[in-house]
């Protein structure tokens, strides 16, 4: 009997394309396959199989089955789901399920095995040798170590033929974690937070938990117990840790390891591609059963996931603004819910939409009001800049300079904390005003001294910053405005010439060694005064930082962003709460313009409870998250005419339907990009429209010509 096989391609398609099975294939859903598209061959998965008799149209055979692991039918399912919702074709989500596929396999490697043959000198080191060997293929040097002989033993015994060399492909497998291993010992709040947890996973199914604790209370200990529950419950569960930021993953999987005695999977962009693979393929056949990694890990093949953890839930990192646009903690829910799995949102600051969905009842609220310990909340003052400002020319005011002084005198540490890159964030001409901007940008260029260069940040241009101006050529009359984490670096040595200073942020740790090498150094004492972006201000301990700056509040408040207090807020209350997180009580002093801000004054109280009400009451008021739903339309060509009309024929072609508002077209804040015009809708909707269905029938109503581009975002969180 003739079988068609439909088959899901990574790329941008609408659908899955229809191809004959050959005879004897026995294909199957999830089966990775090559198949024909145009004159090459091209990965993808089988998400159906039929009966072909009767078939009217001749079909391309399907090449060959690849050495994959199949993919699990509910990642299928999944990745399926997570297309419609974001008004995306199938495609795209399938190339991040399957990026791991398309990693190199790790390099072979050499093993020695027993040939059968007795040595003609059986020593006690030769004898040892052999019962090492008869267990396990190993490689001649971890033989040598495991007999606990020279390589030179295991080297006769190759010469005298008694082993073997044989090449072999490494296994793709993860030690199991050691469940046996005591946990960290809990305080009543985090013990109950634990059973509770507990008790959820072992209801089975879909359930959904806020974890919500402040700064310092031990919320890793209390989800990591849950995630031994689920482990020691069912021996081939899967747990997923998922962390908005690559520089936090070292920690945590050093903490995963110490409660577990095993390695769990990493999963980021700055994992080696062998690597990569190896935990794409251990994941898939059920041999990896920890993973911690970022957004993506989402898209691993899990064939019996039980728990995600969402750590640091509120963050906006954990939004994808790009090629497939998508959120992962709303998707983990998804996830979970097509996996029968629990989840668990673990925040210091939680997001509105999340503190919604507890208030109603959607999820069970856990919260720890306490730090572990003794160590208590720090004291948060602020430094009003209009009464007493810094020095001209710096960036640091009197009484945080003292406050640095006493620190530093203590033998304590201190975070400075700036998010933002680079040296300065503008540079222009004091003789005929030019803002330096990168080429076909409306970004300006950002200062950054250590390498010389003017970069933006939006595109990645960089250039040596000229001694003349490019606009009127006057001679070094290029200046730079406003601080970055590097010209606060260089007032804090100036301040402090015998003080060990460090920066981290994107620029100076490039990856996620050199943040653990960094964490560490800081966690040790080893630095007195760390200058920091968002990098630091999250997720890390370090015994001995009992002082907090923050150099401008008011930084996250500037600009359109509906979000923007709700951001500030638990940006600040993250930098913050990395103060006195041990014995020593800590302090924290915020730089502010704006002291009599709702959000200076709820961080000055202590009071998140006030500050959350008065948000949720404004967000009520406007019908917007977590009372209302969001979407944007990015529209993008170089003709701006040609977009101008792509644009008012899209705004004709809205659906009229009822509780939809569209807004626009409207220039984009960045109206220009790589030399691309940008124009956006926004669109809103009552809670209870399928705004996904809207948008896939208002994008079904236009075809835009070649030149321009078009990208939907479902619950957009930039307004850029």
Known sequence: MSRIASVLLPMPLPEAFDYAEPEGMGLDVGDIVAAPLGPRLVRGVVVGVRDGTGGNRPLKPVEERLDDPRLPPNTIEFVQWAARYAVDVPGAPLSIALRGARCPKPKPIKVVEPTGAEPARPTAARLKVLEAARSEALSPADLARAAGVSSGVVKGLVEEGVLALRTIQPEARFDEPDLARKGSD????????????????????????????????????????????????????????LLPEIALTQALISRVAARFGAQPGEWHSDVQPPARRRVWEAVANGRCRIVVGARSALFLPFPNLKLIVVDEEHDASFKQE?????????????????????????????????????????????????????????????????????????????????????????????????????????????ACGERMTAPDTDSWLVEHRYSGRLVCH?????????????????????????????????????????????????????????????VESMAAGEIDILVATQAAAKGHNFPKLTLVGVVDADLGLRGGDLRAAERTYQLLAQATGRAGRRDRPGRALLQTYAPEHSVMQALAAGDRDAFVAAEMEERLFAKLPPFGRLAAVIASGPDAAQLDGFMRSMAEAAPNAERVEVYGPADAPLSLVRGRRRKRFLVRADRAVDLSAYMATWRARVKPPAAIRVAIDIDPYSFL
Not at 353 to 362: F, H, I, Q, V
Not at 464 to 473: I, V
């Open 322 to 430: 790009d090629g497939f646009i998508y959120h992962a903690r709303d998707l983990a829910v998804v996830r979970g819910k097509i996996e029968g799995a629990a989840v668990v949102l673990a925040s210091a600051t939680p997001s509105l939409e999340s503190l919604r969905n507890a208030e109603t009842g959607r999820y069970r609220w856990l919260k720890l009001s306490a730090r572990h310990g003794a160590a208590r909340l720090p004291d948060i003052d602020l430094v009003d800049l209009r009464q007493t400002p810094p020095q001209s020319g710096r960036w640091l005011s009197p009484p945080l300079v003292e406050a640095m002084q006493e620190t530093y005198g203590r033998g304590e540490q201190t975070l400075l904390f700036l998010n933002r890159r680079g040296y300065a964030p503008l540079v222009l001409c004091r």
């Open 458 to 518: 939006l595109t990645g241009f960089s250039m040596p910053k000229p001694e003349r101006c490019p606009h009127c050529a006057a001679k070094e009359s290029l200046v730079s405005i406003g601080p970055g984490v590097e010209r606060v670096e260089e007032e804090a040595r100036l301040l402090f010439p015998e003080a060990r200073i460090a920066v981290f942020s994107s620029d100076t740790v490039y990856d996620a060694r050199e943040a653990k090498r960094l």
């Open 186 to 241: 809990l305080n009543p709040s985090q013990a109950a937070a634990a059973e509770a947890l507990k008790a959820m996973t072992r209801e089975g199914g879909f359930n959904v938990a806020l974890l919500d604790g402040v700064t310092g209370s031990g919320k890793t200990e209390v989800y990591l117990e849950a995630a031994a529950a689920v482990l020691g419950d069912d021996p081939t569960a899967q747990v997923l840790i």
